[in-house]
T-cell receptor, first 112, second 115 residues
Framework: AQTVTQSQPEMSVQEAETVTLSCTYD???????LFWYKQPPSRQMILVIR??????QNATENRFSVNFQKAAKSFSLKISDSQLGDTAMYFC?????????FGEGTQLTVNP | DTGVSQDPRHKITKRGQNVTFRCDPI?????LYWYRQTLGQGPEFLTY????????KSRLLSDRFSAERPKGSFSTLEIQRTEQGDSAMYLC?????????????FGPGTRLTVL
């Protein structure tokens, strides 16, 4: 069975600074995808960034980037130039086909 | 298309009552998923459909839960004889089989409170 672990229940960062959210996962699948999803307060879940496991190059989407360490089964998210609108619950997610497996989430608060 | 929609957004019911939720996926998506999210936790998979066929069910889906997608478009999730432990956010998501990475698009959820 797939498992995803996020060891930081809460984090905070000052506006314009950089923050890194940690995630480890475990899967027996050889082909899988990893995502970070964001769930703002009282709003629906949206995809932030994706990583294909067979690609060694780390994904980047504007201010968001990942550090994918396949051997260590680690998948961290770095947010640069944090903005107030980044305040949300962030979920690390694994999928190898149908269902998504979510971590417990990290509540990120960006302070002005 | 404005995305995945769910109805109702909130439902308060008494223990022992039956409830039904509806999900309308993005129109061109043939896969539809149900997840349950309790406060402060990540969503947990319940079941998914490809077109009309229910292809996978989690062990979390007890026999009091039933889901349907009769015409391969909208889906309903029914909970019979609700219990206080059923209180949660029920999320629906949809995706296309043409999406290799299975990116799923989520609805706003239905928050169920069982008194």
């Amino acid at each position: 069975a797939q498992t995803v672990t996020q060891s930081q229940p809460e984090m905070s960062v000052q506006e314009a600074e950089t923050v890194t959210l940690s995630c480890t996962y475990d899967t027996s699948e050889s082909n899988y995808y990893l995502f970070w999803y964001k769930q703002p307060p009282s709003r629906q879940m949206i995809l932030v960034i994706r990583q294909e496991a067979y690609k060694q190059q780390n994904a980047t989407e504007n201010r968001f980037s990942v550090n994918f360490q396949k051997a260590a089964k680690s998948f961290s998210l770095k947010i640069s130039d944090s903005q107030l609108g980044d305040t949300a619950m962030y979920f690390c997610v694994e999928t190898s086909g149908s269902r998504l497996t979510f971590g417990e989430g990290t509540q990120l608060t960006v302070n002005p | 298309d404005t995305g995945v929609s769910q109805d109702p957004r909130h439902k308060i019911t008494k223990r022992g009552q039956n409830v039904t939720f509806r999900c309308d996926p993005i129109s061109e998506h043939n896969r539809l998923y149900w997840y349950r999210q309790t406060l402060g936790q990540g969503p947990e998979f319940l079941t998914y459909f490809q077109n009309e066929a229910q292809l996978e069910k989690s062990r979390l889906l007890s026999d009091r839960f039933s889901a349907e997608r009769p015409k391969g478009s909208f889906s309903t999730l029914e909970i019979q004889r609700t219990e206080q432990g059923d209180s949660a956010m029920y999320l629906c998501a949809s995706s296309s089989t043409s999406a290799v990475d299975n990116e799923q698009f989520f609805g706003p959820g239905t928050r169920l409170t069982v008194l």
